[in-house]
C-alpha cells in the first residue's frame, strides 16, 4: 500500500523512497502480535514483496550499519522468526526470502549472515533435518498393525519432507558464494553426514545409531541426488571407500611388490590423502577444511569401527566397511548399498585418487594401456569383486518365492547396470545360477496359464513390459531411492485368504518376475533389451471384440438358446428359477451367461446374470480354472464366480494409494440339472470352451514363448 501511495505522487523512483528514512524497518519490527489469528501470513507475505525489491541500491536502506559492520537487518531476521512455521506457505515465503537476500551477493551482508548468532541459522536447519530422519526411521521400524499401504503412504510423506529440505540446501549452495557455501557445506557435513557416514558400522547391527542401516543409506543415496557436487560426492565416497583404500592399496603394495612400473602409494599416504579429501570442500575456493578438530575425533572412531589398524601387517577382510553392506544376508541391505555405489561410481565429480577405486567402465586414456587398464578395473570395488557382487543379486532372483516382485525389479537394475560395463558377462557358476531363476520364474509364468485370470495374461503382459523396460532403463541419479525403505516393509498377508483378488496379484507378481527375467536373459546373450513380442497385437486381439456376440451379450439383452443347458438355480432370497446356462468364447473372451427364455421367442433367452469364463472355479480352490461336481449331490455343480476388478482397483491405487482389500467375497453359484448325466454333459461343456479360450490365450502368447525358445536355443550353442 505504501509504495503505491508513492507512485501516485510521481516520485521518480518509489522504492528509493518506501527504503528510506527506516520506514519499512519500522513497519518490519513493530511488535504486531502473530501468535495467532491469520496475521502472520499477512506478515510474511509484505516480507517476501519487500525482498523481491532489494538489490545493490536499496539493500543499504534496510540494514543498520557501525563502522564498516552491519549490526542489524530487520527483514532478514525477522523472517527467519518463521523459517520453521508450521504452515507450509510461510516456510516456501521465507524461503523466498532468503534466496532473494543471498541473491543480492553483498559483502557486508555475507559477513553479518556467516556471524554467530545469525548464522545459527544453518545449524539449526541442519539438526531439523537430521531429526526428520530420525523420526522417518522410527515411523519406518514403528511396530504396530497399520496397514501395509498406510504405512508405505506415510513413509513417502515424511521422505517428501526431507527431500523438501534437501532441495533448499540445494538451492542455497547454488549461490554464487564460495564462503556461503562453505558454511553450509560445513553444517550439512557436521551436522548429518558425517555421523551417519561414521555410524554406519554400528547401525548394521543396530548398536549405538540414531539410524537404522537402511535408512543411513537411504539418506546418504538421495543426499547425493539432490544436492550432489563435488564436495559432498569426494566426502562420501571417502568415507565409503576408507576401509577398501586400506585393503586395496595394502594388497597392491604386497602382491606387486617387485614390479618398479607399479606406482602403488604407501598406506599411510594414501589414508592421507583420502582424509584431505574428506576435509576439504572443492567448492569454496578458499582455505577453509571442514572443522578439523571435529573430523579428526570421527575419523578415529571410524577407524575403530571397522577395525582399520595401520600399525600390524594384516589385511584387513574383505567384507567390512562397505562391502560388510553388499554380501550382507539382508538383501535390503545388498540392493541399497549397491545402489549407493552406482550413484558414486557414476558420478563426474569424483576426485582422481576415488575414482578408480569404484569407477565401472574403461577412461579414454585407459583403453591406450590394457596392462594398466587391467590393474585399475581389478583394484576397483566392482572390478574386485564383480563375480561376488553379481552373485549376490544373483541369489535374490533366484530365491524369488520368497521376495516381493519390487524387490527382484530392483535387484534387475543393478544386475543390469553391472553387466552392461562388465565385458566378461558371467562366469558358469553365475550363469548356471541365474538360468535356474530364469527356469523358476517361466515355471510359474505357465502355472498362471491354468489359473483363474489366464484370460488376462495378455494385458499383464503388455503393461508391465513397458513398466520393466522403464525401470531398467533408469538412470541411478533418477531412480528414486524410496525403494529401499519400501522393501523394509512386511508384503501384504493373504491371511489364509482364497479369494480372486489375491489370486489377481498372484498372477501379476507371476508376470513381472518372468518379464524382468526374460529381459535380463535377453540382455546377457545380446547385450540389449528386448521389444515387447505381443506389441504388434491390437489389445482386441486379448481383450473385448466389440463386433462378437460374446462381448454385446448384457444384461437383459437376448441370445440364442442353441448351446444352452437347461438348469435350475436359487439365488439368495427368491424362488428357484428355471434358467440355461450359455458357455460362450470368441478368441480370448469368454464368458458364461445365464438366461431365462424370452416370452414371445422360444429359441431366444433374456440374459439375467454373466460371470467370465475363465474365472469359473471350485468353492475350495482358485489354482485351477474349473467348475466341480457335488460329491454328496451329482446333479449340482458348484461355480465359483470371479468378482473381483482389476480395472477398478488400479484406477483406485492410482489416485487414493488404494491397497488390495483384507476381505473380499466372490460370487458362489450352484446350478441343479435333472439328473447327473447332465451335471456331467454341462460340466464338460464348460471345460471345453474354458480349454478353447485358453488355447485362444496361449497363441497370442506364441511371439513370447517362441521368442523365449530362440534364447534358448542360443543358449545352447553358446
Not at 59 to 64: A, F, M, T
Not at 615 to 637: E, M, N, R, Y
Amino acid at each position: 500500500m505504501l509504495c503505491g501511495n508513492v507512485v501516485k505522487y510521481g516520485t521518480q523512483n518509489p522504492d528509493d523512497y518506501c527504503f528510506s528514512n527506516g520506514y519499512i524497518n519500522s513497519i518490519i519490527l513493530h511488535p504486531y502480535e502473530l501468535d495467532g489469528g491469520d496475521l502472520a501470513p499477512y506478515y510474511v507475505s509484505f516480507l517476501r514483496a519487500v525482498s523481491g525489491k532489494i538489490n545493490r541500491d536499496t539493500l543499504c536502506l534496510l540494514v543498520n550499519v557501525h563502522g564498516d559492520a552491519v549490526v542489524s537487518f530487520p527483514l532478514y531476521t525477522e523472517a527467519l522468526r518463521f523459517a520453521h512455521h508450521e504452515e507450509k506457505m510461510i516456510q516456501t515465503a521465507v524461503r523466498t526470502i532468503v534466496l532473494n537476500i543471498y541473491n543480492v551477493s553483498d559483502e557486508m551482508i555475507y559477513k553479518f549472515i556467516m556471524t554467530p548468532p545469525v548464522s545459527d541459522y544453518f545449524s539449526v536447519m541442519v539438526g531439523r533435518l537430521r531429526e526428520m530422519c530420525i523420526l522417518l526411521d522410527a515411523f519406518l521400524h514403528e511396530k504396530g498393525d497399520m496397514d501395509t499401504q498406510k504405512r508405505r503412504n506415510g513413509l513417502i510423506l515424511e521422505s517428501d519432507k526431507i527431500i523438501d529440505e534437501l532441495y533448499y540446501l540445494k538451492d542455497i549452495l547454488s549461490v554464487d558464494e564460495p564462503r556461503l557455501n562453505q558454511l553450509v557445506t560445513e553444517n550439512l557435513l557436521n551436522g548429518l553426514v558425517f555421523p551417519v557416514l561414521f555410524s554406519l558400522p554400528a547401525s548394521m547391527n543396530n548398536n549405538g545409531s540414531d539410524l537404522s542401516a537402511i535408512t543411513s543409506l537411504y539418506i546418504l543415496s538421495r543426499l547425493l541426488q539432490v544436492v550432489g557436487g563435488r564436495s559432498m560426492i569426494n566426502n562420501v565416497a571417502g568415507v565409503i571407500l576408507y576401509h577398501f583404500l586400506n585393503l586395496n592399496a595394502r594388497t597392491l603394495s604386497e602382491g606387486n611388490a617387485s614390479d618398479s612400473s607399479n606406482e602403488v602409494k604407501p598406506f599411510s599416504k594414501c589414508l592421507n590423502e583420502v582424509e584431505k579429501i574428506i576435509s576439504y570442500a572443492p567448492e569454496s575456493k578458499g582455505d577453509g577444511n571442514i572443522n578439523g578438530n571435529y573430523l579428526d575425533s570421527l575419523l578415529e572412531d571410524f577407524r575403530t569401527r571397522v577395525n582399520i589398524s595401520c600399525l600390524n601387517g594384516d589385511i584387513c577382510p574383505k567384507r567390512q566397511g562397505i562391502l560388510a553392506f553388499v554380501f550382507s544376508e539382508d538383501q535390503c541391505l545388498l540392493l541399497a548399498s549397491t545402489f549407493l555405489l552406482l550413484i558414486l561410481a557414476e558420478s563426474k565429480d569424483l576426485d582422481s585418487l576415488l575414482a578408480p577405486m569404484i569407477r565401472l567402465y574403461q577412461t579414454q586414456d585407459a583403453m591406450t594401456n590394457d596392462t594398466s587398464t587391467s590393474k585399475s578395473l581389478d583394484a576397483s570395488i566392482f572390478g574386485g569383486f564383480m563375480p561376488e557382487i553379481l552373485n549376490a543379486l544373483l541369489k535374490v532372483l533366484a530365491f524369488q518365492e520368497s521376495h516381493s516382485p519390487e524387490m527382484l525389479w530392483h535387484a534387475g537394475w543393478c544386475l543390469q547396470k553391472l553387466l552392461n560395463f562388465c565385458r566378461e558377462g558371467l562366469d558358469d557358476d553365475n550363469l548356471l545360477l541365474f538360468n535356474t531363476a530364469y527356469d523358476h520364474s517361466h515355471v510359474h509364468f505357465l502355472k498362471e496359464l491354468d489359473g483363474v485370470w489366464f484370460d488376462h495374461i495378455p494385458d499383464i503382459v503388455r503393461n508391465e513390459w513397458s513398466s520393466c523396460t522403464k525401470v531398467l532403463e533408469q538412470s541411478s541419479q533418477y531412480k528414486d531411492p524410496i525403494f529401499m525403505l519400501e522393501l523394509v516393509l512386511p508384503q501384504q498377508s493373504t491371511n489364509g485368504q482364497t479369494s480372486s483378488c489375491f489370486a489377481w496379484q498372484k498372477t501379476v507378481d507371476a508376470v513381472k518376475a518372468f518379464i524382468l527375467h526374460f529381459q535380463l536373459k535377453t540382455f546377457i546373450f545380446e547385450r540389449e533389451l528386448a521389444e515387447n513380442p505381443l506389441i504388434a497385437i491390437s489389445s482386441n486381439d486379448s481383450g473385448v471384440i466389440c463386433s462378437s456376440n460374446v462381448s454385446s451379450a448384457s444384461f437383459g439383452s437376448n441370445v440364442s438358446l442353441e448351446s444352452g443347458i437347461p438348469c435350475t438355480i436359487a439365488f439368495s432370497n427368491a424362488e428357484i428359477r428355471d434358467v440355461y446356462v450359455v458357455p460362450m468364447v470368441h478368441k480370448n473372451t469368454g464368458k458364461l451367461l445365464l438366461t431365462e427364455k424370452h416370452p414371445f421367442r422360444s429359441r431366444h433367452g433374456v440374459v439375467i446374470a454373466i460371470a467370465p469364463l475363465a474365472g469359473l472355479c471350485s468353492f475350495a480352490s482358485l489354482s485351477v480354472s474349473q467348475p466341480t461336481i457335488d460329491k454328496d449331490h451329482p446333479s449340482w455343480l458348484h461355480l465359483r464366480i470371479r468378482e473381483f476388478n482389476p480395472k477398478l482397483y488400479a484406477t483406485k491405487a492410482k489416485g487414493d494409494h488404494f491397497s488390495m482389500p483384507d476381505h473380499f467375497v466372490d460370487g458362489r453359484w450352484t446350478l441343479g440339472f435333472p439328473d447327473a448325466k447332465a451335471c456331467k454333459d454341462a460340466h464338460l461343456a464348460i471345460l471345453r470352451e474354458i480349454t478353447k479360450q485358453r488355447s485362444a490365450v496361449e497363441a497370442t502368447l506364441a511371439p513370447l514363448l517362441n521368442y523365449d525358445l530362440g534364447l534358448a536355443e542360443e543358449n545352447r550353442e553358446k
